[in-house]
């Protein structure tokens, strides 16, 4: 299958992009590259990819709406997984542009190139944050998500809105996943687990906002590939409300799954087990809640298992301790690198 991935050479993106190789499929990757986080970690994992003979890459900027769709028309793309976006809540506070063109214009653009090339499903990314100011525990997909108390979940809420319509006029199944603070080898320097893991090594404290009671639902990179790939070749092909005759005349190829690992993780215990993983003591500095920012994600991963027969179940001892591991290497040959060249 010919695949197109956005966002290839991001955290998730190159995970999956990596694993879909391995399968047999033919991927292309874009990406814009911005300077979100230092770019040098996104041509990295780039570099890991470009031997691959089933591997093809342009740099596109998917609210560049020409470009977005001469690169559909060309590409003839049997399935599409869309995982550019603008990342980070804290960021979406003083930038919010930048998330009104990655994350909606962007969004639409890639829409519609799957409508106007019959792309046979388009997988995409959503994120727990749509829950927003929700308090029930785990987070269902029966629950309410129409409060955002952040922007970037306001526009992953609005990306499965205009999901559902194209799915609805257009007859493109559709699949939105919803993601529950995903974390792992090559990810993202700008998410906590990765701040943490370096302030702690190099002696600096580390901010624990609400006071390190904030709980989360961390879930591994493997995880989250694996998931996608169950999802994609499956694509929906009941309507949204099959379930609930006579309430809805959509007729949408349309489905939104949680992707987490089901259970709950307080920060402070989250930090314990990355001392243990680093046998380094952290310098903790308590700090107040911070806007934008969820007391508690919790994923309610039923739908997920019962559909594809999978649930995310990597420990995140686990987890945390591949990520120190590769941390430690990446980290090493770079500064290996600086002093060959010194």
């Given amino acids: 299958m010919k695949i197109l991935i956005t966002g290839a050479a991001g955290f998730i993106g190159f995970h999956l992009t990596r694993r879909l190789l391995a399968d047999g499929h033919l991927v292309h990757g874009v990406d814009n590259l911005n300077a979100y986080y230092d770019p040098r970690l996104k041509l990295a994992r780039l570099a890991r990819l470009a031997p691959e003979p089933a591997f093809s890459f342009e740099r596109l900027d998917l609210a560049d709406s020409e470009l977005t769709e001469r690169m559909f028309r060309d590409g003839r793309f049997e399935a599409v997984v869309n995982l550019a976006a603008q990342a980070g809540v804290r960021h979406s506070l003083q930038n919010p542009l930048a998330y009104v063109n990655s994350n909606l214009l962007g969004f639409v653009n890639v829409a519609e190139g799957c409508a106007r090339t019959h792309v046979g499903h388009l997988v995409f990314a959503s994120s727990s944050s749509v829950y927003g100011a929700n308090l029930k525990m785990p987070f269902s997909l029966e629950d309410q998500t129409d409060q955002p108390i952040s922007l970037y979940g306001a526009t992953k809420k609005a990306n499965e809105l205009i999901a559902h319509a194209y799915a609805h006029l257009y007859s493109v199944p559709m699949t939105g996943l919803r993601f529950f603070t995903v974390y792992g080898p090559w990810g993202r320097p700008d998410m906590a687990y990765y701040k943490f893991v370096r302030a702690i090594d190099e002696g600096r404290p580390i901010d624990l906002y609400n006071h390190g009671r904030m709980q989360r639902d961390f879930t591994y990179v493997d995880d989250v590939v694996e998931g996608i790939r169950r999802v994609l070749i499956a694509p929906p092909v009941r309507r949204l409300y099959d379930d609930k005759p006579g309430e ?27 001392e243990e993983a680093l046998s380094k003591k952290a310098i903790r500095n308590l700090l107040p809640m911070q806007p934008g920012d969820a007391p508690f994600t919790h994923a309610d991963t039923a739908a997920l298992f019962r559909d594809t027969g999978f649930a995310p179940n990597t420990p995140l001892e686990t987890g945390i301790r591949n990520f120190v591991g590769w941390y430690r290497e990446y980290h090493g040959a770079a500064a290996r690198g600086k002093e060959t060249a010194a």
Avoid: E, M, P
């Fill in 248 to 274: 809805s005349a959509s007729n949408a190829k349309f489905r939104i799954y949680n992707i987490g690992n089901s259970q709950t993780v307080s920060l402070s215990r989250f930090v314990d087990i990355i």
